[in-house]
């Protein structure tokens, strides 16, 4: 009955985070290079940045979820750390899109592949001793997170579609 | 070990979701009035269709999850089914304001008194037939779901926001 509610839950957060990075995915495949180049609302971060930073959020899942190392660790200044147009020369659009694809080809392998035991498994950034004390510090937990935040992102990248007439 | 899961996914849950409701809350007070009567951004909707949305789409948890009546069925068609100025004349921010702290006093006491064995029933738009073979369809992945949404549009409504200079 524990693997069986294990495996039930598992399932709830992957078809979750599965369905939003499909819908992600529909979305930059959707938007032609160009609109990926204008802000989100005024004043805000453009596309090709919210591109980037969603990549470089996802690739860095690889080592939290001790599934191996990041693909793009040099991402990670420019797109997590630094706000939109603090770095001048991004990457081309095209070579995002690539990293986009790259990144989740792996990553969602990696997620098919996990066990349902091992996503209550601890993640790598929580201690063995908080662990033991704080059991929903698990992979899973990681994965409802960014869940959550991909959604929060892809309510803004929407208004980079052309509006209905 | 079957009940010490169950409490386990719950939590992880809950905790997502009493967490993004807690950040809707605080970003609704701190937004004046007139805030909330722009447009997130230019042509789409504004701040306080949104506000009347999600108290709207929550509200609707009430009778989904099995707690008990909405409390504002009249809030339905204007702000689920209808789009932003489709209704001229929408309750006034002051009165949404109230609706949106009521709904969420009920629907979070409902949430916090429910059983880790209730969340993992069925909702009440799934047949018996149907659950018995995706019993994924229970209490909990609503939750999952609505948390998501309302990330969506945490990610929009954050930017009636004054941009940092």
């Not at 996990?114 to 929580?126: C, L, M, N, P, R």
């Not at 959550?148 to 007439?165: C, E």
């Given at each position: 009955?524990?693997?069986?509610?294990?495996?039930?839950?598992?399932?709830?957060?992957?078809?979750?985070?599965?369905?939003?990075?499909?819908?992600?995915?529909?979305?930059?495949?959707?938007?032609?290079?160009?609109?990926?180049?204008?802000?989100?609302?005024?004043?805000?971060?453009?596309?090709?940045?919210?591109?980037?930073?969603?990549?470089?959020?996802?690739?860095?899942?690889l080592p939290l979820?001790?599934?191996?190392?990041?693909?793009?660790?040099?991402?990670?200044?420019?797109?997590?750390?630094?706000?939109?147009?603090?770095?001048?020369?991004?990457?081309?659009?095209?070579?995002?899109?690539?990293?986009?694809?790259?990144?989740?080809?792996?990553?969602?392998?990696?997620?098919?592949?996990?066990?349902?035991?091992?996503?209550?498994?601890?993640?790598?950034?929580?201690?063995?001793?908080?662990?033991?004390?704080?059991?929903?510090?698990?992979?899973?937990?990681?994965?409802i997170s960014r869940?959550?935040?991909?959604?929060?992102?892809?309510?803004?990248?929407?208004?980079?579609?052309?509006?209905?007439?």
């Open positions: 009955m524990g693997t069986t509610n294990e495996e039930l839950f598992v399932k709830m957060v992957l078809d979750a985070w599965f369905g939003k990075l499909k819908r992600a995915d529909e979305l930059f495949d959707s938007l032609p290079d160009e609109a990926l180049q204008n802000e989100v609302a005024p004043g805000r971060n453009r596309g090709v940045y919210l591109l980037g930073h969603l990549t470089a959020a996802h690739d860095a899942l979820l001790g599934f191996g190392d990041t693909l793009y660790p040099e991402m990670f200044d420019t797109f997590l750390i630094k706000p939109d147009r603090a770095v001048e020369d991004l990457p081309s659009v095209e070579e995002l899109r690539d990293r986009w694809k790259k990144v989740h080809e792996v990553l969602i392998a990696k997620c098919t592949n996990e066990t349902a035991k091992g996503w209550f498994e601890k993640h790598t950034s929580v201690s063995e001793a908080d662990f033991a004390t704080q059991p929903h510090r698990n992979k899973l937990n990681v994965i869940t959550n935040h991909l959604d929060f992102h892809l309510g803004q990248l929407i208004f980079l579609k052309t509006p209905k007439a």
